[in-house]
């Protein structure tokens, strides 16, 4: 299976910057492409730009959110039908919109249902507090997992990218520099979760599904966190707004 990289930009950049930056990562990165297949998500509004910008190139563009329906009175929300257009992917449940926004898991399940049927690839992000992990506890994660996939039917199943990300370790080095998140510890939560899938499913979803890990991954710490099988590749934040630290990781995987 080949690497999964999904670059998330979160709220940076503007749209001018963001076809710059993307075209910038493509030219450090490409050399690795047969080993690594690499997902751009740019904020809504830049998103049609770099989807033309890089219409012929193997980058998939992703989105970082949608709404639960296609259409109708929801003021503000981005139905995946548009979105389709452009994207082949897209983030749904980052732990910053289930804190921030209170998204809960019943409107995550049925933001994956839909797009899921549209044809679009759900990135369903995942991960336990830093006190449940200092306690050992995985229930949080076992439970999201069984939600994620509560409304999917199982030849859809495997299209759902399930993003491992310990809330704690989103946007900080304190994780990797005490190594709590290492290959061995990423990579058990990844067999957890696929034990968990072939439950719900059967083993051969469960072996389809690409597990990625993410939160502060660098060009530092990506040595450390490498281990197919278990880990298929990294949802990545603030490294991923950068051209050397993407070459250096994409080097270290391939
Ligand atoms: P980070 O972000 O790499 O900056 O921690 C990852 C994410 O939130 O998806």
């Given at each position: 299976?080949?690497?999964?990289?999904?670059?998330?930009?979160?709220?940076?950049?503007?749209?001018?910057?963001?076809?710059?930056?993307?075209?910038?990562?493509?030219?450090?990165?490409?050399?690795?492409?047969?080993?690594?297949?690499?997902?751009?998500?740019?904020?809504?509004?830049?998103?049609p730009e770099v989807a033309g910008a890089l219409a012929n190139t193997s980058v998939k563009i992703g989105a970082q959110n949608c709404s639960w329906e296609?259409?109708?009175?929801?003021?503000?929300?981005v139905s995946p039908r548009v979105l389709k257009k452009y994207?082949?992917?897209?983030?749904?449940?980052?732990?910053?919109?289930?804190m921030y926004l209170h998204e809960t898991s019943d409107i995550i399940a049925r933001k994956i249902d839909l797009v899921t049927n549209l044809g679009i690839k759900p990135i369903v992000c995942i991960g336990e507090t830093m006190e449940e992990h200092d306690r050992g506890d995985t229930s949080r994660i076992m439970y999201e997992v069984s939600k994620a996939f509560s409304l999917v039917e199982k030849d859809k199943a495997a299209d759902v990218i399930i993003a491992y990300e310990p809330i704690?370790?989103?946007?900080?080095?304190?994780?990797?520099?005490?190594?709590?998140?290492?290959?061995?510890?990423?990579?058990?939560?990844?067999r957890k979760i696929r034990d968990e899938i072939s439950k719900i499913y059967d083993q051969a979803i469960a072996e389809k599904t690409h597990i990625i890990y993410g939160?502060?991954?660098?060009?530092?710490?990506?040595?450390?966190?490498?281990?197919?099988?278990?880990?298929?590749?990294y949802l990545i934040g603030d490294a991923g707004l950068d051209s050397d630290e993407m070459k250096k990781i994409f080097e270290s995987i391939s």
């Open positions: 299976m080949k690497n999964l990289v999904v670059a998330n930009w979160k709220m940076n950049l503007d749209v001018a910057q963001s076809v710059n930056t993307a075209l910038d990562i493509i030219k450090h990165t490409k050399n690795y492409f047969k080993k690594n297949d690499l997902v751009i998500c740019p904020s809504f509004l830049a998103i296609e259409e109708g009175a929801l003021t503000g929300e994207c082949r992917y897209v983030i749904l449940g980052h732990s910053e919109r289930r704690w370790a989103i946007s900080t080095a304190v994780s990797h520099t005490d190594e709590k998140v290492t290959c061995d510890y990423a990579g058990g939560i990844a939160g502060s991954v660098n060009s530092k710490n990506i040595e450390h966190l490498h281990c197919q099988p278990d880990i298929q590749g």
